[in-house]
Structure formats: structure tokens, C-alpha cells
């Protein structure tokens, strides 16, 4: 007797959501429902990456040499295998790699994102909140930041951290520090964008309500102005994914970022670019346009997200 009233509740709050403003924007754009078919799919594919591929491109015992550089849609000479992509120069399958190295990108991506947001709103609500002192140290930090571009802060990071952490463990730690590198250079414009909503919303009544019945500063921060400020950081995050995504295949290109044994997006396309040029052109291309296809999928969400939840647009 007791599920039934939950499973109303629950009915009641997924119809009201199917008719809802932004339910109706999402099924009336196109781009949208693309971008987000085109988003899941491929988050899926690379979570069960273990599932869909033929090999685990990354263990030697899985690889034959005798299949190097075979042609898309051919038969390795040692496995007698079609590669639907073809295979590199170690025989591994490129579209196994493919897989396999969006996890990595992805995981960076995402933890990345969820550091630098959680860093950005937390400073952002304090600096909004307290005013004064506060609010001029953090946004004069804010507008430092600003004026790098991210992948120099996120170069910078990854070089001390390689000077600080001793040579045996970098391989170990590598991913982490990329996914700190990251989220220490993008937090800026989370902080600022918050400040600004939080600026407003302190001055509600609610907020003063809050003061005089002698809740203190924290639960006022917690639970009445984040969860109005949050709508923006969803965007922002949106984006931002998209955007890291991008800086760690960057920084991987240049050699700056993961090694080897937890190859990335970026690092499918460093090995690729060196085999361009001896006619070997699937090792390059389709990293490329999975990098591409996933990021610009991303971006189109994200500027639909904005879009939807942006009253000022309707």
C-alpha cells in the first residue's frame, strides 16, 4: 500500500515534466535531440567499451604484429580478423582504441568539470555572499585567471606537479593531475558567473527572512541561494565538458599529458599524426573525428541548455 502513493507522486512529477516549457523545447529542436542521441551513445559506447570490442587494445597479450597496418574493412594477416577501422603498426584495432581511449578522455572530462565547478560555485557564493574584502580577493584571483588561457594554467600545473611528484609515481598519478590541471584552469568562470546571481539573490527576502530567524551564513549559502544560482552552472558545466575534453586531447597531442599505457583521444591522434605521412591515414582520421564528433555534440547540448533555461531568450 505504501508504493502506490509514491509511484503516483512519481507519475504526477514525470507528466508535469512532459509538459513542461523545456520538455517542449527539447522535442521542438532538432540540433537538440541529435546532439544529446549523439552525446549518450557515445558515452555509452565508451563505458562498455569492454563489452563492444573485439580486444583490449592496450594489453600486448591481445595484439598481433602480423596484423599491422591493416586497411579498414580488411583481414589481419595473424588473426585472420576484419578491422572495421583498420589496425595500427602493434596490430591493434583502431576502433577497440577508440573506445577505450574516449573512457580516458571522458573520465578527465567529467571529473574536471565536477572539480572546477564545485571550486568556482564555492568561491563564487562566498564572494557574493560576504562582499567586502572577501569579494575583492577572490574576483582580483578571478580576473588573473582570466586573463591566461586555460591550457597555459593547465601546462603550468601539469609542470610543477612533474617537478614536485617524484619520477617512479608521475605514471601512476598522471590522470589525477591532468583532471586538477583542468579544473584549476577553468574554475574562473563558474566563480564569476555565480557571484553575479548570488549578488542578486542576497538581497531577496527570503534571504532576509533567513537572517533574522538567526540561521547562520552557511545553511543560508547551502540551502536558499545555491539552488537558486544553480541554473547557470549546468550551462556552464555543459560547455565546459566540451571544452576540457578538447584541452586534454591538446595537451596529450603535445606530449605534455597522459602516457602511453592510459592513452586518450589526444594521444590516439599524436600516434596517428606520425604515421600520416607514410599513407597510414585511418590511424589519424577516425581518433579525429571521434574527438570532434564528441566534443561538437557537447557544445550543440550545451547551447541548447542555455538556450531553454535562459529566460531572457523566450
Known amino acids: 500500500m505504501s508504493q502506490a502513493p509514491a509511484m503516483s ?12 516549457d523545456f520538455f517542449f523545447s527539447y522535442r521542438n529542436s532538432p540540433v537538440a535531440i541529435v546532439a544529446s542521441f549523439l552525446t549518450v551513445t557515445l558515452i555509452l559506447a565508451a563505458l562498455f567499451a569492454p563489452v563492444l570490442t573485439p580486444q583490449n587494445p592496450f594489453n600486448p597479450a591481445e595484439l598481433n604484429l602480423m596484423d599491422g597496418l591493416t586497411h579498414p574493412m580488411q583481414a589481419g594477416l595473424g588473426s585472420n580478423r576484419v578491422f572495421w ?15 577505450y581511449g574516449s573512457r580516458v578522455s571522458l573520465f578527465v572530462g567529467f571529473a574536471s568539470t565536477i572539480f572546477s565547478a564545485f571550486l568556482g560555485v564555492t568561491l563564487g557564493v562566498l564572494a557574493g555572499y560576504f562582499g ?53 584552469a577553468n574554475w574562473a568562470q563558474y566563480a564569476r558567473t555565480v557571484r553575479a546571481s548570488t549578488l542578486v539573490e542576497r ?39 566540451a571544452l576540457a575534453i578538447l584541452e586534454e586531447a591538446t595537451l596529450s597531442f603535445l606530449g605534455a599529458g597522459l602516457p602511453v599505457t592510459q592513452p586518450s583521444l589526444g594521444t590516439l591522434i599524436r600516434f596517428g599524426q606520425q604515421q600520416l605521412f607514410s ?36
Open 203 to 241: 538581497q531577496k527576502d527570503y534571504v532576509s527572512a533567513a537572517r533574522i530567524i538567526g540561521r547562520s551564513p552557511a545553511p543560508i549559502m547551502a540551502k536558499h541561494v545555491l539552488p537558486n544560482v544553480a541554473g547557470p552552472v549546468f550551462v556552464i558545466a555543459t560547455i565546459n565538458l
Open 132 to 184: 567586502g574584502r572577501t569579494d575583492a580577493l577572490i574576483m582580483r584571483v578571478t580576473d588573473v585567471q582570466l586573463s591566461f588561457p586555460a591550457i597555459l594554467v593547465a601546462l603550468l600545473v601539469f609542470g610543477v606537479a612533474r617537478g614536485v611528484i617524484p619520477p617512479e609515481f608521475q605514471e601512476r598519478v598522471a590522470l589525477w593531475v591532468m583532471v586538477v590541471a583542468l579544473g584549476l
Open 85 to 99: 577501422l583498420g589496425a595500427d603498426e602493434q596490430g591493434r584495432d583502431v576502433f577497440s582504441a577508440l573506445l
Open 279 to 314: 599513407g597510414e591515414w585511418w590511424i589519424l582520421v577516425f581518433p579525429a573525428l571521434m574527438l570532434i564528433t564528441l566534443a561538437l555534440s557537447i557544445n550543440l547540448l550545451g547551447d541548447w541548455l542555455r538556450d531553454a533555461l535562459d529566460p531572457k531568450i523566450k
Open 9 to 20: 507522486r512519481i507519475s504526477a512529477r514525470f507528466a508535469r515534466f512532459l509538459d513542461s
